[in-house]
């Protein structure tokens, strides 16, 4: 039997990167994937693969910055699956802009989606998780969340994310519903793209990382799974590194 079988998984920014990784392996795993994200046709066929291996998968256009676009994903998660066990608040952007370059529209907009689409996610999926007798909620933040990487809004939003995890842990550890976040290093993926097309950039992350090497998809997606699965019942308000070793140095 599957790690995650009998289970609803909701996981934002599925797509692609690691959204995509953790909704193959959950489907793997057993569990029933609703896949969102805001590029609708990509999403779709992430879905379709995962049916045609045998899944159960349904893919649906979010916006996770709109609440109403929430509201409307988990009307269709309950209508669909008739319950909702896990949250993967994983969809984000990246910005390289320093603080004196950084304009207060693009502040806005990485902080409506790294934050505020956390917040709203689980806003509107606690209700349905206490219904369900429980459930368990990862936030993916991010090193830049722990450590000076950047004095900017993703790291701003990653800060954000990490401290609600924990605050949302210690609230709704009464209803048994965990909250935990998952801190990830350099991970390969179109978001880190461009930054490791530059030669040194790729370098140096290598050499600063005590396993050397980079991070794939799914090197995430294992932790996630775990925090996902009832085999961390007993876990909430953690935050778990998955970086290679990079900020232990
Ligand atoms: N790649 C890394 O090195 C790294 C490191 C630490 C943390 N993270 C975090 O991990 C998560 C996944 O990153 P990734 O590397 O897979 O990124 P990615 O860019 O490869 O994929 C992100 C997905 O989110 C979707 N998305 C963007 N805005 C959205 C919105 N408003 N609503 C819904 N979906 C939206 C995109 O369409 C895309 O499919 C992000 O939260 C990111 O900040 C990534």
């Not at 057993?30 to 049916?51: F, M, N, R, Y």
């Not at 004095?151 to 550890?173: F, I, P, Q």
Request: no cysteine; proline share 2%.
């Amino acid at each position: 039997m599957g790690r995650l079988a009998g289970k609803v998984a909701l996981i934002t920014g599925a797509a692609m990167g690691q959204g995509e990784a953790e909704a193959r392996l959950f489907a793997n795993e057993g569990a029933k994937v609703v896949l969102t994200d805001v590029q609708e046709e990509l999403v779709q066929k992430v879905a379709d693969s995962i049916i045609d291996s045998g899944g159960q998968a349904l893919a649906l256009k979010h916006d996770v910055s709109s609440e109403q676009d929430w509201q409307h994903v988990i009307e269709k998660t309950i209508e669909r699956f008739g319950t909702l066990n896990v949250l993967v608040n994983n969809a984000g952007i990246a910005t390289t802009s320093m603080m004196e370059n950084h304009s207060i529209e693009e502040w806005n907009k990485v902080m409506s989606i790294n934050a505020t689409g956390v917040f709203l996610g689980m806003k509107y999926a606690i209700p349905e998780m206490r219904k369900a007798g429980g459930g368990s909620i990862i936030n993916i933040s991010s090193i830049a969340g722990i450590l000076g990487m950047g004095t900017n809004a993703y790291s701003a939003s990653k800060g954000a994310v990490r401290v609600l995890t924990k605050a949302a842990a210690m609230d709704y550890a009464k209803d048994n519903i965990r909250v935990n976040s998952v801190h990830p290093g350099i991970i390969v993926t179109p978001m880190t793209k461009d930054l490791l097309e530059h030669e040194e950039t790729r370098k140096g992350f290598e050499a600063g990382t005590p396993l050397p090497r980079l991070g794939k998809p799914e090197d995430v997606a294992y932790g996630v799974l775990y925090l996902a699965s009832d085999e961390s019942s007993f876990v909430t308000g953690i935050e778990l590194v998955i970086d290679g070793g990079y900020i232990a140095r």
